[in-house]
T-cell receptor, first 117, second 120 residues
Framework: AQKITQTQPGMFVQEKEAVTLDCTYD???????LFWYKQPSSGEMIFLIY??????QNATEGRYSLNFQKARKSANLVISASQLGDSAMYFC??????????????FGTGTRLQVTL | DTGVSQDPRHKITKRGQNVTFRCDPI?????LYWYRQTLGQGPEFLTY????????KSRLLSDRFSAERPKGSFSTLEIQRTEQGDSAMYLC??????????????????FGPGTRLLVL
């Protein structure tokens, strides 16, 4: 069963507008972490934002915020005031459990965001 | 503060040849990971080290693949007898783990630029 689902293969947004990239996840572990990464055409994965399953508040990092709805098992990324440089692939990833020796990230298939003028 | 570096950035080889990739993590990071990414997919976990110990290997890591981190610093990933299906981007990442570490600083993995492998 797919653990991370990103249903939007591609998204367009106009410069200066906000955009939401969807991510749903599946786990039976109560302790997990959710990450968003950006991958420009150069290939490097850039860490954007993190949300722990026990965090009471939604994570924010500059123009990035995470809309975490635990009961729905969704962790959508919101990018405010889009810029041309935001055009890239965006990946949602999960680490379970939250701490301990298990360490690998499981990634979704990504969403390609294109910011237009 | 230098990031994760990988060498080479690109590699073209013929089927059946052996290839070796190198990863240099962020200097204070004790965990190092290898992932493989094929076109249109997210990265898939291959293996990871804590210091010099290899703690987990994916079933994706066939016996043609071997990874080492002999001194707990840089790591190498070797693929023997390459096949066309090995063509992919090989990504290395590192993180700093300590008991009780939580939050993004302790859990986020920081990736290198990747090595793109093409097997002809």
């Amino acid at each position: 069963a797919q653990k991370i689902t990103q249903t939007q293969p591609g998204m367009f947004v106009q410069e200066k507008e906000a955009v939401t990239l969807d991510c749903t996840y599946d786990t039976s572990d109560p302790s997990y972490g959710l990450f968003w990464y950006k991958q420009p055409s150069s290939g490097e994965m850039i860490f954007l934002i993190y949300q722990g399953s026990y965090d009471q508040q939604n994570a924010t990092e500059g123009r990035y915020s995470l809309n975490f709805q635990k009961a729905r098992k969704s962790a959508n990324l919101v990018i405010s005031a889009s810029q041309l440089g935001d055009s890239a692939m965006y990946f949602c990833a999960m680490r379970e459990p939250y701490t301990g020796t298990a360490s690998k990230l499981t990634f979704g298939t990504g969403t390609r965001l294109q910011v237009t003028l | 503060d230098t990031g994760v570096s990988q060498d080479p950035r690109h590699k073209i080889t013929k089927r059946g040849q052996n290839v070796t990739f190198r990863c240099d993590p962020i200097s204070e990071h004790n965990r190092l990971y290898w992932y493989r990414q094929t076109l249109g997919q997210g990265p898939e976990f291959l293996t990871y080290f804590q210091n010099e110990a290899q703690l987990e290997k994916s079933r994706l890591l066939s016996d043609r693949f071997s990874a080492e981190r002999p001194k707990g610093s840089f790591s190498t990933l070797e693929i023997q007898r390459t096949e066309q299906g090995d063509s992919a981007m090989y990504l290395c990442a590192s993180s700093l783990y300590s008991l009780g570490s939580g939050g993004p600083e302790g859990l986020a993995q920081y990736f290198g630029p990747g090595t793109r492998l093409l097997v002809l």
